[in-house]
T-cell receptor, first 111, second 114 residues
Framework: DAKTTQPPSMDCAEGRAANLPCNHS???????VYWYRQIHSQGPQYIIH???NNETNEMASLIITEDRKSSTLILPHATLRDTAVYYC????????????FGPGTRLSVLP | EAQVTQNPRYLITVTGKKLTVTCSQN?????MSWYRQDPGLGLRQIYY???????DKGDVPEGYKVSRKEKRNFPLILESPSPNQTSLYFC?????????????FGPGTRLTVT
């Protein structure tokens, strides 16, 4: 699976959009981009995933660049409960494949 | 509600006393796995199972055993726990539609071995 690079930490004001970048310049054509988050010491929680097109769900939006070498997770109106570590993972869609979690980005939403 | 459950959530034990952490999922997923999480080391896979009676080692299997006798359950066994196995443990199951596999995590078990 391709390696990802994320900033170690970011701050965001409550109510503003949080934009979390992820670089995956070695991504292959059959690899998806997944985002998870971990709030405090809870189990990681799935947020969103995509292949080429931008995706949106009730939690967030995922913007993938045309060359697929980077992506941005957008939380449109961050709340204090969005404070967490966010993980960007690139992997082939194969249920037998392990999800490899890197250090992620620690997002702090400030009041 | 789709979920992965783990028990116990917290456990303090002594070196050498065998213990089992249970994991159960209600989503009929075939793939299940165990991770440990330590400060500065992130999530590391211990063992995984691709189906009943099929298990394999992950990245850090030493000192652990697993079994998969039925699809919903995947217990983690520490035959002789040691202090370096003090950690936060997560069970996970993977499933979904083709092209959309997601991993669902349990709430975690915090283990302390003294």
């Amino acid at each position: 699976d391709a390696k990802t690079t994320q900033p170690p930490s970011m701050d965001c004001a409550e109510g503003r959009a949080a934009n979390l970048p992820c670089n995956h310049s070695t991504i292959s054509g059959n690899e998806y981009v997944y985002w998870y988050r971990q709030i405090h010491s809870q189990g990681p929680q799935y947020i969103i995933h995509g292949l080429k097109n931008n995706e949106t769900n009730e939690m967030a939006s995922l913007i993938i660049t045309e060359d697929r070498k980077s992506s941005t997770l957008i939380l449109p109106h961050a709340t204090l409960r969005d404070t967490a570590v966010y993980y960007c993972i690139v992997r082939v869609v194969d249920y037998g494949q392990n999800f490899v979690f890197g250090p992620g980005t620690r997002l702090s939403v400030l009041p | 509600e789709a979920q992965v459950t783990q028990n116990p959530r917290y456990l303090i034990t002594v070196t050498g006393k065998k213990l089992t952490v249970t994991c159960s999922q209600n989503m009929n997923h075939e793939y299940m796995s165990w991770y440990r999480q330590d400060p500065g080391l992130g999530l590391r896979q211990i063992y995984y199972s691709m189906n009943v009676e099929v298990t394999d080692k992950g990245d850090v299997p030493e000192g652990y055993k697993v079994s998969r006798k039925e699809k919903r359950n995947f217990p983690l066994i520490l035959e002789s726990p040691s202090p370096n196995q003090t950690s936060l443990y997560f069970c996970a199951s993977t499933g979904g539609d083709a092209g959309s596999y997601e991993q669902y995590f349990g709430p975690g078990t915090r283990l302390t071995v003294t």
